[in-house]
């Protein structure tokens, strides 16, 4: 099988976690472990991340120096893309000495630079800040900041992917046998103007939305979407919260999961079934492979017409 | 003709600009305006390029903040290399429309790590500055700093690149047709333990001998270094001064050129003259095309006897 597994923001930092490089080193390192399962079970694999956190950090360290060097997010996404990619091609290769070809490509998404959220920020990047620091650095910096579970963060532009640049060389790498990341924070986003002119945009793609994509249009068998969380729960958080571990697109839409960061998940997963055929999952990192082998996490299939909770 | 073409510093940034994104975007764009022209000729194309001033700039960012978020000179490589590989890339498709495959690709080398040039530290990085602040820098932050032409600069250990980790994923794309840029700031250092793992080491490799190792691994025919000098000059800044048009390795042995920035294009070429057989090009990216017709520059050819120079 053909498997895209995207590694969520907690597959390289967990929460609380420093950003240090040390810390997303050890995380990606287990990160690899988990995904050389998949590898040696007879899979192929494309991994896909997350840039939240990194692609914060990089802006405020710009932010820091003379106005000419705050590059805009889509060149910061691009050098999260370097740095995240890296550690997991590296992690990758000591985790499976015995395979021959990894390859991690810079990718962009081609975006609608009329896209409604360009109006409305929403993606959440680098550090959580009580509601006043939040509410002075939007002030200070022209940020939107906006809450994030228990803490308030800044948001911004995230719209909707509509095309991987680089599908045709990550497909031809995929067919010659490579390991492939790429997509990393779900793409640089860039517009094309009707001419064909690519430039970037200021925005951070949803990377979830991204993997789905990129893995219906790579015809992917498998969608993965690595968490640190085991399953979606109806009724998250309430007395009455269970486990889904079986479901549909046509199903999800009916059940109450908790939205936050499981609703783009949820979204990106029901959205690459639909497209596909093929199902997806969501779940824990560690699971990766009980996840190919439906054995683990929430199993979204097109063909389910129950849902089916743990019991 | 298989071609490899190596972006000076000055192909990113003219000297004495203020490194902004829209000053890169707008030398990367001249660049691929240039290379496009070697394409359309029939031939095949590497891109490669240096990353002195950005990988300078990204550990100066860093160091504003907190010291856990200082990343080692092999995690900022990797994001110069995310930030200009995708410069690269982009302004490539835009120069490039009638051409279907790009592919930008994270490239690590592997060193040395008992390398004598760990002990003495030589490659310039980051701005310049006068002696006094240099000398106040390097005491403030560890760094060793160095005379760099009038002005003074960061330096950080350049170990000599021995092999290019991602050589069999760039030649397939090569195969398959993409235009390839890889081995950006001359790869992401790293070193190998005996048992085969791998971890970045602390280091900025030299593009041009990065680049030139790759060539001769890739069977290149052609390896052009490009810079914003038209020809590597006899005498440089004196009145017998020359432009050297056609040499050999052996000659250029015997040779006096202007050490500098100068010094390791020379070296590199000459370098992979000797392993392959196939002729290297030092000149001005404007005259690429002409580089690779041996209409420019500064021709190095095995099998030259005379030395020929600029009437």
Redo the contacts between chains.
Sequence with gaps: MLVVAALGGNALLKRGE????ANQRANVRTAARALAEIVRAGHRLVVTHGNGPQVG??A???A??PA??Q??L??LG??????I???I??EL??AL?EQ???????T?SVVDAADPAFKQPTKPIGPVYDETTARQLAQQRGWSVAPDGMHWRRVVASPKPLAI??L??IA??VK?G?IVTCAGGGG?P?VQAKD?????IEAVVDKDLASALLAAALGADRLLLLTDVDAVYEHHGMPNARAILRTSPRLLARQSYAAGSMGPKVEAAAGFVTASGHSAAIGRLEDALALVEARAGTQIERQTTNPVYRP
């Design positions: 420093k950003l240090s490089a950090l990089l405020l360290q710009a820091s120096g000419e060097t590059y805009p889509d060149v691009a050098e999260s893309e370097g740095m990619g890296y550690l091609e590296q290769r000591n000495p021959k070809l990894f390859a991690t490509l810079l962009q640049l680089e045709a060389e031809l790498l010659a490579a640089i860039v064909g002119t690519l430039s970037g």
